[in-house]
């Protein structure tokens, strides 16, 4: 049986192939029972906030008929945005287990660290760096063959790969 993180890494596998960010996400029971799953679609509903994590929780939601996920716990591939640490506060997810780190778009560990931030309505039980390895070649695989965006003046703009730690956390592997 595949794990919940074999499960996000398919769906971030699938995202690539159609184009995008190659993020996936897992929403899970206490019991083990997959809720819901997705990646990222922002290319395909032009939406810009159609990530993996917020796509997965919607449907979840929507499959338990309540706003509330408590006992519910979310795989991701990428640490959380601060959009989607705030809706995983918001669907009271009870842990949320991701994959690489993202030093400049995550919103758990980096950035604005939503779940730290006393306007937090709650704080899931977090474990990064699973699979942390797998997930961020994913993401340097497709940000390394992508064409890249231009800038006002034609140049080619770089964007900076994620998915790589920028400080020792302590957090686990595997």
């Known amino acids: 049986m ?3 993180m074999d499960i996000a890494l398919a769906e971030a596998r699938a995202a690539a192939a159609r184009g995008e960010i190659p993020v996936g996400a897992v929403v899970m029971t206490g019991d083990g029972t997959v809720l819901a799953r997705s990646g990222n679609a922002v290319e ?3 939406d810009a906030s159609a990530h993996a994590e917020l796509l997965a929780l919607r449907a979840a939601a929507a499959a338990r ?4 996920l408590s006992d519910c716990d979310l795989y991701v591939t990428l640490e959380p945005c601060p959009m989607c640490a705030q809706a995983i506060s918001f669907f009271r997810i009870r842990r949320l287990v991701f994959g690489a780190y993202d030093p400049k778009g995550g919103g758990v560990d980096h950035g604005a ?13 977090v474990v990064g760096g699973v699979r942390e390895a797998e997930a961020s070649a994913l ?4 940000f390394g063959r992508k064409p890249f965006p231009s800038t006002p ?3 080619a703009k770089r ?3 994620v998915g790589t730690r920028s400080e020792p956390t302590g957090r686990a592997e595997g």
Not at 113 to 125: G, K, L, N, T, Y
Not at 139 to 142: A, E, G, K, P, S
């Open 2 to 4: 595949a794990s919940p």
């Open 44 to 46: 395909a509903r032009a």
């Open 65 to 68: 008929g309540g706003p509330r």
């Open 113 to 125: 660290r939503v779940f730290d931030a006393p306007s937090c309505h709650h704080r899931p039980e």
């Open 139 to 142: 993401l340097r695989d497709f």
């Open 153 to 155: 003046g034609g140049a």
């Open 159 to 161: 964007i900076n790969p």
